[in-house]
């Protein structure tokens, strides 16, 4: 299993970004796809959720109308728009996976929120 996040950048209050998740080596449209954030200092944080194949998506609350998760099965990658981001997003973001019992995450991407 590989995954491997892009899009991270330092951006001002208010600003968008879109992250991005690539993933192989198992059966993307197969598996529901999370992100997941830890800023400095803090444990790591469950952001969105996005199923396999009915594409149902979930959010933790401060991501509720501002951030979405998509997927794209035929490109096997996952996405993150984020809106009106804070400086309280500032963190590194990671896509994440449960394959067979196991879970799996990338190096992650740096996204850095100023105010």
């Known amino acids: 299993v590989q995954l491997v996040e892009s899009g991270g950048d330092l951006v001002q209050s208010g600003e968008s970004l879109k992250l991005s998740c690539v993933a192989s080596?198992?059966?993307?449209?197969?598996?529901?796809m999370r992100w997941v954030r830890q800023a400095p200092g803090k444990e790591l944080e469950w952001v969105a959720t996005?199923?396999?194949?009915?594409?149902?998506?979930f959010y933790e609350d401060f991501a509720k109308g501002r951030f979405a998760v998509s997927r794209d099965d035929a490109k096997n990658t996952m996405y993150l728009q984020m809106n009106n981001l804070k400086p309280e997003g500032t963190a590194k973001y990671y896509c994440?996976?449960?394959?067979?019992?196991?879970?799996?995450w990338g190096p992650g991407t740096q996204v850095t929120v100023s105010s």
């Open positions: 996005v199923d396999a194949g009915t594409y149902k998506t």
């Open positions: 080596g198992f059966t993307f449209t197969e598996y529901n």
């Open positions: 994440a996976v449960r394959v067979n019992d196991r879970g799996f």
